[in-house]
């Protein structure tokens, strides 16, 4: 069974830094086309953070655009989030997909990120960012 085990959430001042880090376990680079990080905020749905399929492409959502970069490393089957100027409104719950394909007819993004595209999940790791 596939699994995913996010690590890195902390507690950082506003301005700081954090780098994610998904440890995927029982699975080969090729059955992880699409990879991506999303966040959940108390009370709401999950948020598309970042995607990357297995050619590099990325995907961010505009509020971490510039600010935030994904990248995976096919040979440790891991995927990394590194967040640089956090901000207050950072703070959430992030979790990590993998997806078995990176075809989407009815999400926008490229790759996708949309959560229902996604078929396995982490746990989560929480970050907080104080001002």
């Known amino acids: 069974q596939v699994r995913l085990m996010e690590s890195g959430g902390d507690s950082v001042q506003a301005g700081g830094s954090l780098k994610l880090t998904c440890t995927v376990s029982?699975?080969?680079?090729?059955?992880?086309?699409?990879m991506a990080w999303f966040r959940r905020y108390p009370g709401w749905e999950l948020e598309g953070v970042a995607s990357i399929d297995s050619d590099g492409r990325v995907a961010y959502t505009d509020s971490v655009r510039g600010r935030f970069t994904i990248s995976r490393d096919d040979t440790k089957n891991t995927l990394t989030l590194q967040m640089n100027a956090l901000k207050s409104e950072d703070r959430a719950m992030y979790t990590c997909a993998v997806a078995r394909t990176c075809r989407s007819d009815s999400c926008p993004t490229v790759p996708p990120l949309c959560a229902s595209h996604y078929y396995y999940w982490g746990q989560g790791t929480q970050v907080t960012v104080s001002s």
């Open positions: 029982n699975s080969t680079p090729d059955t992880m086309p699409c």
